[in-house]
Structure formats: structure tokens, C-alpha cells
């Protein structure tokens, strides 16, 4: 059974593989528009075509703004294009050919050149509403902004300016079927509408009603058809359509949580807005989609701050916290400055309805504080964990309690304390399993308590314990506990003087951490392989075959923090 990330990653290898194999059977070309809008998964695809495009003929276009950096790197078959204003000599020759039917006398062909500015939307938008209002004095008539141009052309469209002010608030691109349903108007007088928005070239239209889909010809058509509605007004047409999306969507089926919340912000309805947010967040945390989790949760906090304050909101506002933390510990790691904030935040929530710090709080801000080498503060944290998780907690909460005890007790140097915790931790574990990634404590004590059992002279029980840990998360199906744990069981191995298990070892969680896209099991992973090698060959010499590349070396397993999702109980 495949993981949510390697499920996403088949889909877009599988994406990719087909756009390249039917481009291998008859040459194609993509042409993808304003790509600074696009969400992370699509920048994937992307990049993944980028990268592989000179292996077919295939041509993809891709229309940015400046500020936009691409995630992948300049290829040989790249070019990169700077678009700059057209001069007015361009200008001009645009103008002629747009009212190639109508004789425009140079004064009315300055002022377009003039007000223009190069722009090349600009230039067409200007130049169709003089034509279509044969204008004599250009200095008055010809708005002197493209947003004063594209409103002036919209005024003239009658009844179908009502239709592009509902379509623009579902979206530049938008359907029949929903812009029926909230219009409320009868097929004849939509479809007149639409007809009129296309023969003006501010739509572009594929298919026939009701299957058709529309596309307005640029985003600042859609905005200035937008701004022309009343804020009373846009909130009903957002709200009706959230309404109508939810209808819509069949049982089981993707329902776009975000979108339905997104409609229900505009709508001015926040503490649904924030449900469905949150929703989002969490259904693409369980694809993988760590980014785009991230960012639904950091609109559904937005949302909440929207409401009056009171305890209920601020609990949630902490839990929203707990799941960015979560979310940007897979994504970046515990040592990020993001994921800090994260759960200190969640910390200074809980001030204000909990007089003790809540275990899964204490336990990201733990993981934090260990995985950036502030000892102290792991200590502190850890002791209060211990002391929160008492009995009547659930066992598995316990468990991660007394586990990172053992862990701080590791790195502080208190290696018979860390032993009796981490020992505590496997007793208590009564197989509960819950989290993103089903981390799970006594596989994580057991690795430990290998590297504690070697540092005490008792090379016979580390072995045990690394080789039950190794079983466990294998039997259990972990491949995150696995790429976590490995570390200290290579460290075990390499003692042991097992070089080529712990390098095999180091083999698997690369292997992993790149199917998960894990840059913290990454690096443990190099790490490791590298220390193998380089433990082999001070024994035994230089073998063939033998260099790898890693990012860096360091002697110690690096730790593998408790997930604070365990704990929020």
C-alpha cells in the first residue's frame, strides 16, 4: 500500500509521463499562464517537464511575472524571455491592426500611444473603446487608466454587463451550469449575455451550453467586472456560490474545501470560512501536499481572527497552530524558524485557558528545543511533559512522555537516567497508533536505548534492542519511524564494527527519505552512509566503488523527535 506522498509523487510522474509520451507521438505545445499563481503540486508537474521536455518534441511557453523564481534550475534547452514595454513605433503598428477598419487621425493615435504606456493590454483595451465610441476628443474620452478603460467598455454592454459582474465573482474561469444557477436567469438572456461578452473579446468560450466553460480574456477584465458590484452584493453571489458548490459535489468525491471556504471568507461568514479552511488543510496533509496544508491552515487561523475573541476561539486558534507546526515539521524540519513560531504561539494561546502548558504543546516546543541544541530547554520541557503526563493520561502519551526524558537524558550525558525512561516508555506503549506519520514510541525508546546500552559497555543488549527497534517499525510498516530511527542504529552497527549493515541501513533511509521528501531523514541518511564508509575504510582501506557524496558529517545519530499530534490528548 503506497503512502499519500508516494501516491502524489506516482501521479505526477504518471502526469508527466503521459504529457512527454503523447508528445512523442505528435509534436505538442503547452502554454502555461501566469504560473506565479500556481499552487506547489502544479509547480511540481511543471518542473518535472521543464526538466524532461528535450527528451520529445514538446514546446511549453510559460508566462510569469518578474517577481517569479522557478523552482527548477536554467537547463541548456531553456530560454528565459524579459518582456518589456512595447515602443511607440510597436504601439502604433498594434493600433493600425486592431482598427484596420477604421481611419484614425494622429491625434487620437497619440493619445492612445501616450496613455498606453506600452502596455500591451492596454493598448488593445484603449483602442477598442475608441473604436466602439468613435471618439472625436481624445484628451476627455480616453480614460487615462487601463482599470478606467476596461470599466468604460464594460458600461457599454447593457444586460451582459450584469452577466460578467456575476461570472467575475466565481472566478476568471467559471462554467454554464454554475453561473445559471446563480445568475437565476433564463437560458436565453444568459446565453445573449455570454454571446456578447465573446463577440467584445472579454471572454473566451470552449464548448456549447451547458457543458461550455469560460475564461475571462485577463485577470484585470475579471477585476474591474468585479469592482463594479456592490459589497452587499458580491457577499450574496459568494455566498450562493459555496452553496451551490457543496450541492454539487457527490458523496465521497473531492468536494475543494478550499474553494467553498474561499466564497464563504468573501461571503463574510469567517467561522465557516475557517471550518472548511481547516478542512483543506487537513485533507492535504493526508496527500502529502505539505505546502498547500500549510497555507489553508494560515487562512483558516486569518479567518478565526476574524471572530470575537473568547476561549473556545482561542483553543482552536492553538490546535490551528499545533497543525502548521505539524505540517512544517514535514516540510522543513524542527529547527525551522517558521516551526518555532508555530508552536510559540501555540504556547502563548494556552496561556490564557490553561494554567499548565498542554503535552502536545510542550512536546513540539521540546522537539524544537532539542533539535537546535538548546539542552536546558529540552530539559525544562521535558520534566514538565513527565510531570503533566501522569497517571490517568493515555498510555501513549506516557510513553512519549518518558521517552523524551530518555532522549534529553541521552544528549545531557545522564545515560542510566535515560535508561530507566526510555525503558519505562517501551512498557507503557500499548500499541496506539495515531499521528501523520504513525510514529510510534517504543521503536523510537528501543533505538535509543541501543546507543545508551553500547556508551554503558553492554554491546550484546544494544544489538538486541537496535535489531527488535528495526523489526518493530519493519513489521508495523513505519517507513518514517524507520528513516527516524536509522541513525541510531547505524551508530550501533558502526560500533559493532557491522559497517556494511549500517551502510545498507543508511541505503533504506535514503531511500525513503526521498520517496517522502523528507529533508531531515535526508540528511541523516547521508550522514550515516558517509560515517560507514569512512568507518570501513580506516579498517580495512579504500575500496572500489566506495565514494559518496553527502551535505555533512557529524558523529552523533541525529534525534527523532516525538510527534506532538500523539499528544493531543
Known sequence: MLSPEQERDRLLITLAAWTLGSARTQPAVIVLEDLHWADPSTLALVGMLVEQCATAPL?????????FIPAWPLRAHH??????????????????????????????????????SGVPLF??????????????SPL????????????????????????????????RDFDYR????????????????????ADADLIYVRGVPPDAVYRFKHALVRDAAYELLLRSRRRELHAAIATTIQKSVAPGVNSHPELVAYHLGEAGDPEQACKFWQRAGEDSAAQAAFLESEEHFRHAIAALALLPKNGEHTAHEMQLQLAVGQVMVASRGYSA????????????????FDRDLPPA????????????????????????????????????????????????????????????????????????????????????????????????????????????????????????EIAFVGPWICSVLIWCGEFKSAFETAEEMLRISTEHHSSICRAGADVQGIRALCAEQQQSGPRPGAARTGRQFCAWPAPGPARTSDLAG
Not at 123 to 136: A, F, S, Y
Not at 145 to 164: K, P
Not at 337 to 352: D, H, I, N, V
Open 337 to 352: 524558524p517558521e516551526t518555532a513560531a508555530a508552536y510559540a504561539r501555540a504556547r502563548s494561546l494556552s496561556k490564557s
Open 178 to 197: 454554475m453561473l445559471r444557477t446563480v445568475a437565476g436567469l433564463p437560458d436565453e438572456k444568459l446565453g445573449t449575455g455570454l454571446k456578447t461578452l
Open 59 to 67: 514546446f511549453v511557453i510559460i508566462t510569469a511575472r518578474p517577481e
Open 361 to 480: 504543546v510542550m512536546l513540539g516546543l521540546w522537539a524544537v528545543a532539542l533539535t537546535r541544541g538548546d539542552l536546558n530547554g529540552a530539559r525544562e520541557l521535558a520534566d514538565c511533559a513527565l510531570e503533566r503526563c501522569a497517571a490517568g493520561s493515555r498510555r501513549i502519551v506516557q510513553s512519549w512522555a518518558h521517552y523524551v526524558q530518555g532522549q534529553t537524558g541521552f544528549f545531557c550525558g545522564d545515560l542510566c537516567e535515560a535508561e530507566t525512561h526510555l525503558l519505562r516508555s517501551i512498557e507503557l506503549y500499548d500499541g496506539e497508533r495515531s499521528g501523520a506519520f504513525s510514529q510510534n514510541p517504543q521503536v523510537e525508546s528501543l533505538a535509543v536505548a541501543g546507543s545508551v546500552a553500547w556508551l554503558l559497555g553492554r554491546p550484546a543488549t544494544a544489538a538486541d534492542r537496535v535489531s527488535r527497534a528495526w523489526k518493530e517499525a519493519h513489521d508495523q510498516n513505519l517507513p518514517f
Open 79 to 116: 530560454s528565459r524571455l524579459t518582456l518589456n514595454i512595447l515602443s511607440d513605433h510597436e504601439v502604433r503598428q498594434m493600433i493600425e491592426g486592431i482598427a484596420a477598419h477604421v481611419k484614425l487621425n494622429g491625434e487620437v493615435v497619440g493619445a492612445l500611444t501616450h496613455r498606453s
Open 123 to 136: 493598448v488593445e483595451e484603449l483602442t477598442r473603446l475608441v473604436v466602439d465610441q468613435e471618439v472625436k
Open 140 to 171: 476627455r474620452d480616453i480614460p487615462a487608466t487601463l482599470s478606467g478603460s476596461l470599466l468604460a467598455r464594460l458600461d457599454r454592454l447593457g444586460e451582459a454587463r450584469a452577466v460578467a459582474e456575476t461570472a467575475s465573482v466565481i472566478g
